[in-house]
């Protein structure tokens, strides 16, 4: 979950003039790192072997 600090420290990041895609880009991004990292840290996560077999219809 993004925090109103984050936000703020990315939107402080941008220029005086940017486009509303690139700002929502990187609030996406952060958002994705942010989740992966929690659940990183709660121990959620596959193995390279288990995510092959998930991802393997899609890497034909």
Do not use: H, R
């Not at 600090?5 to 690139?22: M, Q, Y």
């Not at 989740?35 to 995510?51: C, F, H, P, R, T």
């Not at 077999?53 to 899609?58: D, E, I, P």
């Amino acid at each position: 979950m993004l925090t109103k600090d984050s936000v703020l420290k990315t939107i402080s990041k941008l220029p005086d003039n940017f486009d509303l895609d690139e700002l929502i880009d990187k609030l996406i991004f952060i958002d994705k790192v942010e989740k992966g990292l929690d659940q990183s840290i709660k121990n959620e996560v596959v193995s390279e072997s288990q995510a092959k077999k998930k991802l393997a219809k899609w890497l034909k």
